[in-house]
């Protein structure tokens, strides 16, 4: 497995580096204050082609490779969680129209979305749902030209400004997907403000009160929601994350080496203190597995391997739980700076905790690692090294 970038890919990096570094890091704690993302910034983001990567060319995207797409998530991570998770949802929505929509609704979507005309969302928890998702309550009523939705939908990442959401709803009982633009009547959002992390995510609830969509706006079909079209979306989704979790461990370790290197305690620069050292050596050896993580789901994705499930679940599972403890050490090392807006890494330690929740709680990846693990081959390398004669 090839762990270097190419020439290519590291002159992205260079120049994704350069644009959070210049147009998000600065700024990010004042948005987090403010819990707002300026559109200015978003539009920023789309005059960069960045929305639209994901986005084969022949649709005006970029058709960015996993290993490039990683890069960015890494990097746009370090700079502002919040702004990561617009480029988790819109790419959410960009995934499942490319494996489950119509040739019609990739036509007429996909270069809107790939252009940054339309922001993308994905809608699936409700307020009486969350990790039980084939449990959801919104419904899908047909009706003589189309669908009748009736529901709410909570936490929805960019659900103020999105002007395409990706429903998940129940049809009969059975899971389906839609497309419902902003301007539908009934449609309307509501900010949702006071979160420990993401604050500036522009996070909603999404109200449907009797939304008429056209028959065509169904992705996929009657009992494909949360099987298919969802489950290929979150599963893109936890990719974003584990890369973006990468991005803010790095952060981390970045802040601290910056920091110890300046600020002196007993006489002497902190970095020159065991117990600090002993801090920052575990937080840049947990950061460099995470990277060797990611690389291998990025490796696993361009050859379009099965396990990738599985994978980027672990990813997802164990990068988050290192930011957290990253951003926990961050803080520690920092002191009461620590805990002071003056500096981000109290915004590194609420924006990690909401990692281990979205696209799957920990528990969620946990169930998932350990259904795989049961049903790996490897099992039966146990049992035949237990039977007589095999070894142990």
Not at 288 to 304: D, F, T
Request: aromatic share 8%; charged share 20%; with cysteine.
């Amino acid at each position: 497995m090839e762990m270097q970038l190419s020439e290519a890919q590291r002159a992205a990096q260079n120049e994704f580096r350069e644009f959070v570094d210049r147009w998000i890091a600065p700024f990010a704690d004042e948005h987090d204050r403010r819990q707002e993302m300026p559109q200015e910034l978003i539009a920023k983001v789309v005059e960069n082609g960045y929305l639209g990567a994901l986005a084969p060319k022949q649709y005006g995207g970029a058709g960015m490779d996993p290993v490039t797409w990683g890069v960015l998530c890494e990097e746009i991570g370090r700079g502002s969680a919040s702004l990561l998770s617009l480029f988790i949802v819109h790419g959410m929505v960009i995934q499942a129209l490319l494996k489950w929509g119509s040739d019609a609704q990739r036509q007429r979507w996909l270069p809107l979305l790939a252009s940054g005309e339309r922001i993308g969302a994905f809608a699936l928890t409700e307020p009486n749902v969350g990790s039980d998702a084939r449990s959801i309550e919104t419904t899908a009523q047909p009706c003589d030209d189309g669908w009748i939705i009736q529901g709410q939908k909570r936490w929805i990442s960019f659900g103020q400004v999105a002007n395409l959401v990706l429903v998940i709803t129940q049809v009969e009982g059975k899971s389906t997907a839609f497309l419902v633009e902003r301007g539908t009547e009934g449609f309307s959002t509501e900010p949702i403000t006071g979160m420990l992390g993401f604050r500036s995510a522009m996070l909603a609830d999404i109200h449907l009160r009797s939304c008429k969509v056209p028959a065509e706006n169904m992705v996929g079909r009657i009992g494909f929601g949360f099987s298919h079209v969802a489950g290929t979306a979150l599963d893109h989704g936890r990719y974003c994350v584990a890369w973006g979790c990468l991005g803010l461990a790095q952060a981390c370790v970045e802040a601290c080496l910056r920091y110890t290197s300046e600020r002196k305690q007993f006489g002497v620069l902190l970095k020159e203190h065991q117990l600090i050292q002993e801090l920052v050596a575990d937080m840049i050896a947990q950061t460099r597995a995470s990277r060797m993580m990611c690389y291998y789901a990025a490796s696993l994705k361009e050859r379009g391997e099965p396990s990738l499930i599985m994978e980027t679940s672990i990813a997802k599972y164990f990068t988050s739980r290192v930011a957290v403890k990253a951003a926990l050490d961050a803080v520690q090392i920092h002191g009461a700076n620590g805990c002071s807006d003056a500096y981000p890494v109290q915004r590194y330690l609420r924006d990690a905790k909401i990692m281990e929740i979205i696209e799957g709680s920990n528990q969620m990846q946990q169930i998932i690692i350990s259904r795989y693990g049961y049903q790996d081959a490897s099992l039966n390398r146990w049992r035949t090294a237990s039977a007589p004669g095999g070894g142990a």
